[in-house]
């Protein structure tokens, strides 16, 4: 799988956008780009994923770049919620394997 | 609200202690993995089963063992652990291997072993 590179640490004002980037210039064709979050205490929790094109759903949007060697994930109207550590993972989607490694992630905080 | 239930939240136990983790998810996915997470650090994958079958062991150790006696419930058998086992294990499923389907993971079990 590729690596991806994050940011340690953003910060983000409630009720501002929250946009977080995240580098994996090595990644391949078939390679998929996810986005999991991790609230204090509890498990990851899925946002959203992607390939070339850019997907939204009702938690997040995300743009990848067209040679796809970055995204950004953002969170139209950040909350005190949305504070995690954010995971950007890309993935090759095989019938052999399902691994997701994690990366270290973004911590945001989102402020008040 | 998880849809992946993991019992018990908190676990002490002894190095020469024997215990059992569970897992287990209602929503007829076929596939379902165990990860570890140190403090501070991101989740590791431990194993994966897919159809009730171990499909990937990432060279844990045999003190951790693990079951998949229906395509509902995943079991972590404990033995002898060491204290650098101390840490979170999180359970996930998804409907199976490489569907596009992402992860569903549970809140985790924090395991401290004295």
């Known amino acids: 799988d590729a690596k991806t590179t994050q940011p340690p640490s953003m910060d983000c004002a409630e009720g501002r956008a929250a946009n977080l980037p995240c580098n994996h210039s090595t990644i391949s064709g078939n390679e998929y780009v996810y986005w999991y979050r991790q609230i204090h205490s509890q498990g990851p929790q899925y946002i959203i994923h992607?390939?070339?094109n850019n997907e939204t759903n009702e938690m997040a949007s995300l743009i990848i770049t067209e040679d796809r060697k970055s995204s950004t994930l953002i969170l139209p109207h950040a909350t005190l919620r949305d504070t995690a550590v954010y995971y950007c993972i890309v993935r090759v989607e095989s019938g052999a394997t399902n691994k997701l490694i994690f990366g270290t992630g973004t911590l945001l905080a989102v402020q008040p | 609200d998880t849809e992946v239930t993991q019992t018990p939240k908190h676990l002490v136990m002894g190095m020469t202690n024997k215990k059992s983790l569970k897992c287990e998810q209602h929503?007829?996915?076929?596939?379902m993995y165990w990860y570890k997470q140190k403090a501070k650090k991101p989740p590791e994958l431990m194993f994966v089963y897919s159809y009730e079958k171990l499909s990937i062991n990432e060279s844990v150790p045999s003190r951790f063992s693990p079951e998949c006696p229906n395509s509902s419930l995943l079991n972590l058998h404990l033995h002898a652990l060491q204290p650098e086992d101390s840490a979170l294990y999180l359970c996930?499923?998804?409907?199976?291997?490489?569907?596009?389907?992402?992860?569903?993971f549970g809140d985790g079990t924090r395991l401290s072993i004295l």
């Open positions: 929503m007829g996915h076929r596939a």
């Open positions: 992607g390939l070339k």
């Open positions: 996930a499923s998804s409907q199976s291997l490489g569907t596009g389907q992402p992860q569903h």
